[in-house]
């Protein structure tokens, strides 16, 4: 049994076993308190080691912080306040020392930027701990979703081939050796590489998800992507996690319900289910996140177009690092004002100028916004990025001529405009922003075991 369940059961003397590694160790006059954890839980359980305890002088030191051991013995009702029940050992194996003068989580609490440097030792730690079982849990809680409301998981491919996606973000995949690369007087020759073209890792799965939703219907993609965003922020990966349903049937307005009615279902999932680790999260991490997710489940997030939020801004006669105006990207501070300073709610932006958007996304009629919807939500800004998909093939084909692209690459996605085309949308969440807004974690880097950034890939 794991801690997690034997903690859970009435101490009646009745004999257990359990493994787990040393957290802390605590002395008294006759007893060593030792508190293991097997990563089961948040909790600890508690070992009772007498003073007159066979072989006590040699076994104690040894159960020592980040120690492994085997623990015999029985479970009993606890003495001390702080647990429920405890164990009276009769045998102690101790499977792995880790010696103290040596292991280096020693302190009660160490600065996050400490922990990266040790991400070998970081899941044992109580924060990390949480995260990656909240973490779990939320995928977990993505994939009952989708196939509650019969999606088909559709996994789309890491290496791509079109450069249609996010040009200047993309890593290159290639087997070329670096120091020799065949370049002809046109540039590199490709047609040498290991594909014969020039491949990337991808962006985003939405393009071929599209496929499989003119198909499907109801699809979702949920995997790694890759940007190689040159930006130190606390927000911004370069490998990172995304979910990306797409819906064919479906509009820019069912798309928005699905993004609010699929983020609340994620919450009350790990509020119902993850319930220690959360409040550890809303006592140690974020005051309060608890309460504040649970408001979030019960209340509608707010609807405004990209116009109303610039007039907003205007009308708030906040100075910005970056003035706003009709036409411009939203920054992430004005994203978060809008979102927990005017509305104090998650706030779903739609109707962006099409100028700063995707050439995919869906034009209204006025000539100048597309049906974009980002879902910004307080703390964070974006963590959603959607919309309406251009299902008309005349007018995709002339916007992909007007922004300069090359109509040879999409010649597949310019297909499904035109065999059995129908409207449809899909919307791309970053998990780790979730996973940040569900736990109060600061950084992204907190919330992958592995993260990979700008100038950094230590593990
Ligand atoms: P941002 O403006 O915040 O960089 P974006 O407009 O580039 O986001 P999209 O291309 O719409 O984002 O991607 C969809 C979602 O993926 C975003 O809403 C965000 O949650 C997440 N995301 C995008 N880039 C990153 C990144 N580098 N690291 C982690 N998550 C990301
Ligand atoms: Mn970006």
């Known amino acids: 049994m794991r801690i997690k369940e034997l903690l859970a059961l009435e101490g009646k003397g009745q004999h257990i076993t359990v493994e787990g590694w040393v957290r802390t160790k605590r ?22 080691l007498p003073k007159s305890f066979p072989l006590f002088d040699d076994i104690e030191p040894r159960l020592s912080n980040g120690a492994s051991v085997t623990v015999r013995g029985r479970l009993v009702k606890s003495q001390g306040t702080g647990q429920s029940v405890e164990v009276l050992p009769d045998e102690i194996t101790v499977q792995g020392e880790a010696n103290p003068a040596e292991y280096p989580l020693q302190k009660k609490r160490h600065s996050f930027e400490f922990l990266r440097e040790i991400a070998h030792l970081r899941p044992r730690t109580n924060t990390f701990g949480a995260v990656a079982r909240i973490r779990s849990a939320m995928s977990y809680a993505i994939h009952s979703y989708f196939n509650e409301r019969g999606f088909v998981y559709v996994h789309t491919p890491v290496i791509t081939g ?3 996606e996010g040009a ?29 073209k020039e491949a990337s890792l991808t962006v985003s799965g939405q ?34 996690w995304m979910v990306e349903p797409e819906m064919a049937f479906c509009d820019i307005s069912l798309n928005m319900d699905t993004a609010e009615e699929f983020i ?30 649970e408001h979030i489940t019960e209340s509608s997030f707010e609807r405004i177009t990209y116009t109303e939020a610039v007039n907003e801004l205007k009308k708030s006669g906040k100075n910005f690092d970056y003035p706003v105006e009709w036409g411009m990207d939203l920054q ?16 779903i932006v739609t109707d962006y100028p099409r100028d700063i958007k995707a050439f995919y996304m869906k034009q209204n009629d006025d000539g100048r916004t597309v049906r974009a919807m980002d879902v910004l939500v307080p703390r964070l800004g974006e ?12 007018r995709l084909l002339s916007r992909i001529r007007e922004m300069g692209l090359d109509e040879k690459n999409y010649w597949w996605y310019l297909e499904l405009r035109k065999y059995g085309s129908v409207p449809h949308s899909g919307f791309g969440l970053g998990f780790e922003r979730l996973i940040q807004f569900v736990t109060g ?14 100038g950094t890939l230590d593990f």
């Not at 008294?28 to 948040?42: E, K, M, P, T």
């Not at 992430?332 to 005017?342: G, P």
Request: aromatic content about 12%; some cysteine; charged content about 25%.
């Open 162 to 164: 079109s450069d249609c």
């Open 441 to 454: 974690m600061q950084n992204i880097r907190d919330v992958i075991p592995f993260p990979r950034c700008v």
């Open 168 to 196: 200047g973000e993309m890593f290159r995949v290639t087997t070329f050796p670096l120091d020799k690369i065949p370049v002809t007087k046109d540039g590199v020759d490709f047609s040498r590489d290991f594909f014969g």
């Open 383 to 394: 963590i959603i990025g959607g919309s309406e998909r251009e299902n008309d093939h005349g």
């Open 332 to 347: 992430s501070e004005h994203e978060k004002f809008i979102t927990q300073e005017i509305f104090r709610k998650p706030v």
């Open 264 to 293: 609340k279902y994620i919450l009350k999932y790990v509020l119902t289910n993850c319930r220690l680790d959360m409040e550890f999260f809303s006592t140690m991490i974020e005051k309060g996140v608890v309460e504040n997710l």
């Open 207 to 240: 393009l071929e998800a599209e496929i499989y939703a003119l198909a499907l219907k109801n699809v979702y993609t949920f995997g790694p992507t890759f940007r190689a965003e040159n930006s130190n922020t606390s927000r911004h990966l370069a490998e990172f």
């Open 27 to 48: 002395d008294s006059r006759d007893v060593s308190f030792v508190a293991l954890n097997d990563g089961s839980c948040i909790d600890n359980m508690q070992v009772v």
